[in-house]
């Protein structure tokens, strides 16, 4: 049973960083496509950024563009989503996400739908 543990939220002023983890266990394969999501309240989960296997290739949705870097340890089974320069519209809580998916798929699965195992979410909170 595949299970994420995330880690890394908490409060911090506008411009600050964080950086957030998630440990991935009971992989059984490892073609995983990794995704970080958010919602904040009253708002659909959003696809923030997704990184495949061998780290050859990366998304990141147009409002976190060079602010955010998303990066995976396979010998740790971590991935890591380091966020600079925050505002407070990136205030959510954050999920990471797993998503079955061929190490050399070129495909982005970027809908909540796709992903079969979520963590439990960390809180972002970014002060104005």
């Known amino acids: 049973q595949v299970q994420l543990v995330e880690s890394g939220g908490g409060l911090v002023q506008t411009g600050g960083s964080l950086r957030l983890s998630c440990v991935v266990s009971?992989?059984?394969?490892?073609?995983?496509?990794m995704g970080w999501f958010r919602q904040a309240p009253g708002k659909e989960r959003e696809f923030v950024s997704g990184i495949n296997w061998p780290s050859t290739r990366t998304y990141y949705t147009d409002s976190v563009k060079g602010r955010f870097t998303i990066s995976r340890d396979n010998a740790k089974n971590t991935v890591y989503l380091q966020m600079t320069a925050l505002k407070p519209e990136d205030t959510a809580v954050y999920y990471c996400?797993?998503?079955?998916?061929?190490?050399?798929?070129?495909?982005?699965?970027?809908?909540?739908?796709?992903?079969?195992?979520w963590g439990q979410g960390t809180q972002v909170t970014v002060s104005s």
């Open positions: 996400a797993a998503h079955k998916l061929s190490r050399y798929s070129p495909y982005i699965p970027a809908t909540s739908n796709e992903y079969e195992t």
């Open positions: 009971g992989l059984t394969s490892s073609d995983y496509y």
